[in-house]
């Protein structure tokens, strides 16, 4: 089966930092981009960091660059996402995505992990 999990949420100070992780399972991981998205309460789901296993490539919203860095360990079939000086702003509860080609079908589909909180006080 296809799985995405994610983990390393928790709650930290203004200014302080975590590390989130999505291992995967079920599918070929170093072909695909992963993608981390996050959802406040009240608000929408938005984009904030991506990851292209096969060649690197990194996409990271404005109001992260410089604080967020996306990496992958493909032994471990993980990416990682490194939250340096974390702001309030950045509270939410944060999803990994992968949206691919499920073995033995011919239909691409999201799969999502599930959320792991993000908690910064102020």
């Known amino acids: 089966d296809v799985q995405l999990q994610a983990s390393g949420g928790g709650l930290v100070p203004a200014g302080g930092s975590l590390r989130l992780s999505c291992t995967a399972s079920?599918?070929?991981?170093?072909?695909?981009?992963i993608a981390w998205f996050r959802q406040a309460p009240g608000k929408e789901k938005e984009a904030v960091s991506q990851i292209s296993i096969s060649d690197g490539k990194t996409y990271h919203r404005d109001s992260v660059k410089g604080r967020f860095t996306v990496s992958n360990d493909n032994a471990k079939n993980t990416v990682y996402l490194q939250m340096n000086n974390l702001k309030p702003d950045d509270a939410a509860a944060y999803y990994c995505?992968?949206?691919?080609?499920?073995?033995?079908?011919?239909?691409?589909?999201?799969?999502w992990g599930q959320g792991t909180q993000v908690t910064v006080s102020s």
């Open positions: 079920g599918f070929a991981f170093d072909t695909y981009v």
């Open positions: 995505k992968a949206h691919i080609l499920p073995p033995g079908t011919n239909v691409f589909r999201p799969y």
